[in-house]
């Protein structure tokens, strides 16, 4: 079984679309993120929940909204796409929060190319 | 603030060589550090981690990093190159707290040569 997973695994939209990237975790998790990668392989941190709760919002644009159903999803939406937002979007869980040393397991990532 | 510097983006070994991929933290309080591996087209694998008990940490497939305070280092090695370590590597720090993050170093393409 695939630890932490994310749909889908390519995403290629025009440019004003809105979009959405799912991700869920099997492993018990509390905490969860989403980190973007770009075309220099840069990764930074987006977002975080902890059991629900927003804990850690980067300076991200606005556009972008996670949203946290219960402890083993964390949904990623992109209103107005844009040039810029094309990068890997991954996903990743912890246990104890992302301060508590806890190792963080990611999904594949998801390849997102704004046309 | 934290931060880590991973020196030299390209390394380039010879299958059986040594394998020496550099990391420098700046934290203002213990860290957390963590070495990570993705290879192509697939996400990251955490490879090993230090959390404050021993300082040489060994991780899979034959990795260790050792912490040195003195140093603030945290270089990753391994004895003998394989072919299957070609790859790009991210070490990485976080520090305790509810809102403490994960930031991660710009990343060594580790390339194995025959």
């Known amino acids: 079984d695939t630890a932490v997973s994310q749909t889908p695994k390519y995403l290629v939209t025009q440019m004003g679309n809105d979009k959405s990237i799912k991700c869920e975790q099997n492993?018990?998790?509390?905490?969860m993120y989403w980190y973007k990668q770009d075309s220099k392989k840069f990764l930074k941190i987006m977002f975080s929940y902890n059991n629900k709760e927003l804990i850690i919002n980067e300076t991200v644009p606005n556009r972008f909204s996670p949203k946290s159903p219960d402890k083993a999803h964390l949904n990623l939406h992109i209103n107005s796409l844009e040039l810029g937002d094309s990068a890997v979007y991954f996903c990743a869980s912890s246990q104890g929060g992302p301060g508590s040393g806890g190792s963080k397991f990611f999904g594949p990532g998801t390849r997102l190319t704004v046309l | 603030a934290q931060s880590v510097t991973q020196l030299g983006s390209h390394v380039s070994v010879s299958e059986g060589a040594l394998v020496l991929l550099r990391c420098n933290y700046s934290?203002?309080?213990?860290?957390?550090l963590f070495w990570y591996v993705q290879y192509p087209n697939q996400g990251l694998q955490l490879l090993l981690k230090?959390?404050?008990?021993?300082?040489l940490v060994k991780g899979i497939n034959g990795f260790e990093a050792e912490f040195k305070k003195s140093e603030t280092s945290f270089h990753l090695t391994k004895p003998s190159a394989h072919m299957s370590d070609a790859a790009e590597y991210f070490c990485a720090v976080s520090t305790a707290g509810t809102a403490s993050k994960l930031t991660f170093g710009t990343g060594t393409r580790l390339q194995v040569m025959l």
């Open positions: 230090y959390t404050s008990a021993a300082t």
């Open positions: 934290s203002s309080v213990p860290p957390y």
């Open positions: 492993l018990g998790h509390d905490t």
